[in-house]
């Protein structure tokens, strides 16, 4: 069956703007997570959707960054007023619960922050 | 807060021979350990999972793990390495039952020579 899907691949856009990452889970998961891979890093988690609430938002750098998930399936990353530091690889990953199954990674989406 | 470690950056192996590749963690109570392997421009798969229970895992490819508590490893294994094993290794812990947050390693690059 498909994978959890991403869009767009890349993204580059320039300091200041606002920015919509697209993530589209496994059909059926109802888990799904962001995170956040900086070059040469492992992935930091961002936030945890269980259906179409945000569970655990912790890892969310500050308030520049929110995310939604209005149906329980789609989920979209918005960042506010780009900057530098936010260029990294944004991941998505789902499972079909919170619980110990293993999580199902996306490609990501490189973002570029000019 | 949980932490892994992944020692070593980069692990060179010739083809047909043993690999490990080694990882570290801390974390309270019974953890729950994965390794992802990530190759350039995909995203992280999944390969294998330890949970409870026997403390040798065998996963995909012919990778196993072996879960030492009083060490607080995990190391990657594989009998005989190939070509196409070369990628970047991540180490993950979350904190057992319940928990979602994955924790990841630096990451490890292996590289199978010929």
């Known amino acids: 069956g498909a994978g959890v899907s991403q869009t767009p691949s890349n993204k580059v856009t320039e300091k200041g703007k606002y920015v919509e990452l697209r993530c589209d889970p496994i059909?059926?998961?109802?888990?799904l997570y962001w995170y956040r891979q900086s070059l040469g890093q492992g992935p930091e988690f961002l936030i945890y959707?269980?259906?179409?609430?945000?569970?655990?938002d912790s890892g969310l750098p500050n308030d520049r960054f929110f995310a939604v998930r209005p149906e329980g399936s789609v989920s979209t990353l918005k960042i506010q007023r780009t900057e530098r530091g936010d260029s990294a690889v944004y991941l998505c990953?789902?499972?079909?619960?919170?619980?110990?199954?293993?999580?199902?990674f996306g490609p990501g989406t490189r973002l570029t922050v000019l | 807060a949980q932490s892994v470690a992944q020692p070593e950056d980069q692990v060179n192996v010739a083809e047909g021979n043993p690999l490990t590749v080694k990882c570290t963690y801390s974390?309270?109570?019974?953890?729950?350990l994965f390794w992802y392997v990530q190759y350039p421009n995909r995203g992280l798969q999944f390969l294998l999972k330890?949970?409870?229970?026997?403390?040798l895992v065998k996963g995909s490819y012919g990778f196993e793990a072996e879960f030492n508590k009083s060490q607080t490893s995990f190391h990657l294994k594989k009998p005989s390495a190939l070509v196409s094993d070369s990628a970047l290794y991540f180490c993950?812990?979350?904190?057992?039952?319940?928990?979602?947050?994955?924790?990841f390693g630096k990451g490890t690059k292996l590289s199978v020579i010929p």
């Open positions: 059909s059926g998961h109802t888990a």
């Open positions: 974390v309270s109570g019974n953890p729950y």
């Open positions: 993950a812990v979350t904190p057992g039952a319940g928990s979602y947050q994955l924790t």
């Open positions: 990953a789902s499972s079909f619960d919170r619980t110990y199954n293993e999580q199902f």
């Open positions: 959707f269980q259906g179409t609430g945000a569970a655990d």
């Open positions: 330890y949970i409870t229970g026997d403390n």
